[in-house]
């Protein structure tokens, strides 16, 4: 069976835990998304980026050039922490089970590589309320699946402006599925994360649902 499809433990973390994924076009949308993201804003963050696989990503040094907020390249059985960046490896899947990050081997070349919407499901099935889902430029309809579920489970969902997307093809998929509840520029997300922290953080319960109480949170 592979890791992806084992049953994953929920998380006790209470704090907020945002996945992000891009493909084509996505280092710049990364760089404008980390840039405004405080450092204390409460959340971890997990990039997932579609990689060649032969290729030696040097994403998470290109990164922490733009803030500092600690960047770290995902090692298997990473356990996620608020304020830290996550990203991960050339060459692997990447799933969430019990407030931890387990690395398996990308699928073989003659099968379809989806990583943004396994990440993104296990994403909700951990983290179920806590989990938010934001999908950047990138070609092709990875991540709008993992939106889906993210949104089934109670968790908030992003999508890059098409507009401002060097390619538009993911973003634009995920919002004609009807899963996005924000559609943003990536420069602009961060103001709406910190609202959504906030939104966690006067939970009476973490049982009562987020959904309802976003109703007071505006879009635009």
């Known amino acids: 069976m592979a890791d992806e499809d084992k049953t994953k433990i929920l998380s006790k973390n209470l704090f907020p835990v945002v996945g992000i994924g891009a493909s ?33 990503s040097s994403l998470p040094e290109i990164l922490q050039r ?3 907020i600690p960047v770290h390249e995902i090692s298997d059985n990473v356990e996620v922490k608020p304020d830290q960046i996550y990203i991960i490896p050339a060459n692997k899947i990447l799933v969430a089970t019990d407030g931890i990050l387990q690395l398996s081997p990308r699928p073989s070349k003659d099968q379809k590589n989806m990583p943004i919407d396994i990440f993104f499901s296990s994403l ?22 993992g939106l889906k579920n993210i949104k089934g489970q109670g968790g908030i969902t992003f999508a890059q402006d098409p507009e401002s997307a060097a390619y538009d093809a993911m973003p634009q998929s995920a919002i004609n599925a ?3 509840d924000f559609i943003l520029a990536p420069e ?15 939970l ?10 976003f109703d007071y949170i505006p879009e635009g």
């Open 24 to 56: 084509a076009g996505g280092l710049d949308a990364f760089k404008k998304l980390i840039k405004a993201i405080p450092e204390d804003s409460g959340m971890a963050y997990i990039l997932v980026q579609h990689l060649h696989p032969d290729y030696n």
């Open 124 to 145: 909700a099935e951990v983290h179920q309320s806590h989990a938010i889902g934001v999908v950047l430029s990138g070609t092709g309809i990875d991540g709008t699946l």
């Open 204 to 213: 009476p319960s973490k049982d009562q649902s987020i959904n309802f109480m």
């Open 188 to 202: 602009k997300m961060p103001q709406h994360l910190l609202e959504l922290n906030h939104t966690f953080n006067i």
């Open 178 to 180: 009807d899963v996005v």
């Open 66 to 68: 733009e803030t500092n």
